[in-house]
Nanobody
Framework: QLAESGGGLVQAGGSLRLSCAAS????????ITWFRQAPGKEREEVAC????????NYADSVKGRFTVSRDNAKNTVYLQMNSLKPEDTAVYYC??????????????????WGQGALVNVSS
């Protein structure tokens, strides 16, 4: 299971951090993908974090502004979002990938999801 926290309302240029706490598995076994869904739009991948790959893949739209990190002791992955823009406004979700590597699959193939966190960036 995944439990998300964080999110909220922030002005453009500000920062927020989302947390995704895992239970029942560790990130050594499964990659974690962050998605977001803006109103009226499809769910899109933001970043994928894989311990096995030793790297994080970022969507071009967030590269250089968003950073994924993890806390092993808390079995938690974080999405640090800086220099936020109004177009970043969305509900953000973390999801468990199919295995330890980033599959690049579209959202419908993911089965385990966090509950979502609303990020609202005002201009």
């Amino acid at each position: 299971q995944l439990a998300e926290s964080g999110g909220g309302l922030v002005q453009a240029g500000g920062s927020l951090r989302l947390s995704c706490a895992a239970s029942g598995f560790t990130f050594d076994s499964y990659a974690i993908t962050w998605f977001r869904q803006a109103p009226g739009k499809e769910r899109e991948e933001v970043a994928c974090f894989s311990v096995k790959e030793g790297s994080t893949n970022y969507a071009d739209s967030v590269k250089g502004r968003f950073t994924v990190s993890r806390d092993n002791a808390k079995n938690t992955v974080y999405l640090q979002m800086n220099s936020l823009k109004p177009e970043d406004t969305a509900v953000y979700y973390c999801a468990v990938d199919e295995g330890p590597y980033c599959s690049g699959s579209s959202a419908e193939y993911f089965e385990v999801w966090g509950q979502g966190a609303l990020v609202n960036v005002s201009s």
